[in-house]
């Protein structure tokens, strides 16, 4: 595990401008909503072909955000829609005055908490898999059950990034989606070359 954070932080400050560039791009199309879900598939399109060239370059983005600008709804808008779903599911039972109305956000809550750790492994898959969801789904869903402290670790990892960069107040926008996507991408590279299965 250790090799692997070391490697990934190497890449990251190696190509630190171009994954910088596409993390601002990827700001500036989320507020014309319609083509964020585009511009979030193409960040992890960008870190697939900079770990496969070795050389972040931004024109790949470009390339992933015409690539997926309409596919991306495709995974967006169910994975924002279950969310927010499961988010009223378990505030609707946790406001309920009967104990045992209570004990069922539990249900919600386990399904919300997986859905976490798939978001891990699916947005890489997704790209991977050209845009195919439910294959994208499964092969992210075995993944995150067979490697499942090792998806623990990397969920806890992105979690403490996040909020280093919050209390440190580093362009915590800035900063954030370009090196998570070059983080999952390569922790999927580096889970498949484990099993002989190429990226």
Not at 54 to 60: I, N, P, S, V
Not at 131 to 149: I, N, P, T
Not at 179 to 184: C, N, R, T
């Amino acid at each position: 595990m250790f090799y692997f954070v070391r490697e990934t932080f190497l890449f990251i400050m190696a190509n630190l401008f171009d994954i910088t560039l596409v993390t601002i791009a990827w700001l500036l199309l989320q507020l014309p909503i319609i083509t964020g879900p585009g511009a979030t598939v193409a960040v992890y399109h960008f870190a697939r072909r900079a770990l496969l060239q070795d050389e972040a370059q931004f024109q790949d983005f470009i390339q992933g955000f015409r690539r997926y600008f309409w596919k991306g709804w495709a995974i967006v808008l169910p994975y924002v829609l279950v969310i927010l779903m499961l988010v009223y599911d378990i505030t609707f039972f946790l406001s309920a005055e009967q104990s045992q109305a209570k004990l069922l956000a539990s249900i919600p809550m386990a399904v919300f908490s997986f859905l976490l750790l798939m978001q891990t492994y699916v947005f890489v898959f997704f790209v991977r898999e050209n845009g195919a969801l439910w294959q994208s789904v499964r092969k992210a869903f075995l993944l995150a059950v067979s490697e499942l402290l090792f998806t623990l670790v990397m969920m806890l990892f992105t979690f403490l990034y996040l909020a280093g960069l919050y209390v440190t107040r580093i362009g915590l926008a800035i900063l954030f989606i370009g090196p998570v996507a070059i983080l999952q991408s390569k922790a999927v590279q580096y889970l498949l070359a484990r099993r002989g299965i190429p990226f």
